[in-house]
């Protein structure tokens, strides 16, 4: 379990974002965590851990924040379970000056599968808290698929980069071609219009292969039903997701979630939608606005 002891206040990454933290803590910690997360991570408390493994289930988390005082003998089997059937989601504990801080109880804890411990008996804590709860908020970009595919397209253009990027920033993603022009900035149509004059696959499945990407994350959760997944990812049912599954990897859901972890689907991703069409994405600009006119009149230019 790692310790993380007491630094002194970082300014944020370019990056963070504000992003879901679950709590179970005590009334009192509630405003202080509030405040130190001001900025860069919103809290969403809760009463019990039971509350906690729905809450993980059923909606977007970037962390989840235990104090220490609530990890006592008769919550340590539930705190178990959340920490081992979510292990994507990084799990904090908050050692306060009411806390029992003796070895045997940290290693208690470690058995749980908690491996960081946030020390905010002294003031300094606090700032600690923040940046390393910041710190997991930014890891909800897709940091390794961004770097893969930088290095596959070195040389492209800016905003083919920022293409990319976007479909990979945040847990849920674009749900749609139309959002993600929105966006980014440019017509949908336009936006398509340049992705086919290139030859390129259409926009609609590079995000439906983020997506992809995104359910293979969640599913290596095994408290992740792929019920779950398919709401996570604005699907209508389990059934609708299958097919979507089908659609593009030609495997059913379940056959997914045996088949695809999230280090063999970015690979998939790659191979299917970077690799072939490496040479044209390096050239495209698919973000440029191009003036015409037409009697005066200027307009977006596809």
Avoid at 43 to 50: A, G, I
Avoid at 212 to 231: F, H, T, W
Avoid at 253 to 272: H, N, Q
Wanted: aromatic share 6%; net charge positive.
């Amino acid at each position: 379990m790692q310790f993380v002891p007491p630094i002194g206040r970082q300014a944020p990454a370019a990056s963070a974002r504000v992003a879901p933290v679950v709590t179970v803590v005590e009334p009192g910690e509630r405003k202080e965590i509030d405040r130190a997360g001001e900025g860069f991570f919103r809290t969403v408390h809760r009463e019990s851990l039971e509350q906690v493994h729905d809450d993980l289930r059923k909606r977007r988390m970037s962390a989840l924040l235990v104090s220490s005082t609530r990890c006592r003998d008769g919550d340590l089997i539930e705190t178990t379970r959340v920490v081992r059937e979510f292990p994507g989601i990084p799990a904090l504990v908050l050692l306060n000056r009411h806390a029992d801080a003796q070895p045997d109880r940290l290693l208690a804890l470690g058995s749980c599968g908690v491996r960081r411990v946030v020390d905010v008996r002294a003031p300094a804590g606090w700032a600690t808290l923040r940046t390393t709860l910041a710190s997991d908020a930014v890891r909800e970009n897709d940091a390794e698929a961004i770097a893969r595919v930088h290095a596959d397209l070195h040389g492209a253009s800016p905003d083919m980069l920022k293409f990319f990027e976007y479909l990979f920033s945040g847990s849920c993603g674009p749900k749609s071609v139309a959002v993600l022009a929105r966006d980014l900035g440019v017509r949908s149509s336009t936006l398509m219009s340049r992705f086919y004059r290139a030859g390129l696959p259409a926009p609609k499945r590079y995000v439906a292969f983020a997506g992809l990407l995104r359910a293979a994350r969640l599913l290596e959760n095994p408290g992740m039903s792929v019920s779950d997944v398919a709401a996570h990812l604005n699907h209508s049912s389990a059934q609708s997701f299958s097919r979507h599954t089908r659609n593009y990897l030609g495997v059913c859901a379940g056959e997914f979630r045996a088949r695809y972890g999230s280090a063999r689907m970015l690979d998939e991703f790659r191979a299917r939608m970077i690799t072939p069409f490496a040479a044209t994405l390096k050239t495209l600009a698919p973000l440029q606005l191009r003036a015409r006119r037409w009697h005066g009149v200027s307009s977006e230019a596809a």
